[in-house]
């Protein structure tokens, strides 16, 4: 038991010891660029946009290449809501490899706001470049928590309303199959009538053939009697 409990404070040990390393203020270097560079970098442009009116900002907006043009964009649609300037907070950067992010926290009356700026090395022209910068809201726990748990009742919401429409075409499909059964038995019926008006013509047209034969007849032996055709009785008929 003591030996578990000493091999979990080491684990916790190692763990706080982890958490604890973080980025050496004295020996960083990113390419030629310090951590006191990448300090003044934020605070002057925070600064800058801070100081620039809503005109000054669309009208620099429009004319910056894309790499500031989201960032502007993004300023000067967050800011007006958010009160009044209260001043700079945190600002930590993060290297990974060839690719640096600094991030500042800028203070406002109403919320704070995360400007972020991503640099990266240029190995054909040996130079730090600019790629990315951008601006959005800081947002609390409860927040976060709150647009998580909205999106995934959205998720669920739609995934339920799609087997709902599943389950109603699913439903529908023996409908169909009696509408298919009553157009088929109507397309029998409009093909046994021709069938049956041949049926009976030929069941009539022997018998017009026959009554015009005993007329024939019954001309013949009048005429041969030297009597009236009226007065022949058909007793019966044998046919052959």
Known sequence: MKK???LMLCLIMMVLGLSACGIDKETFDFYGLSYSDCEMIMSQNVEQLTAMSAEDLAYVGANVDDVFAKLFENWAALVPDLGAYQ??????LDQAQDTLTLEQIVKYEKRELCMTFVFEYNYETEQVDLVDTNVDLVYTLGEKMEKAALNTLMGMGTVFVVLILISLIIYCFRFIS???????GKGKAVEAAPAEAAAEAV????LTDDLELVAVI????????????DSFVVRSIHRR
Do not use: L, R
């Not at 001043?87 to 930590?92: D, K, L, R, V």
């Not at 069941?203 to 022997?206: D, K, M, Q, R």
């Open 87 to 92: 001043g700079m907070g945190e600002f930590s």
């Open 178 to 184: 009696v509408i298919q059964d009553k157009m088929s």
């Open 4 to 6: 578990k409990i000493s």
């Open 218 to 229: 019954s001309a013949a032996i009048a005429a041969s009697e030297g009597t009236s055709a």
């Open 203 to 206: 069941e009539t047209a022997p």
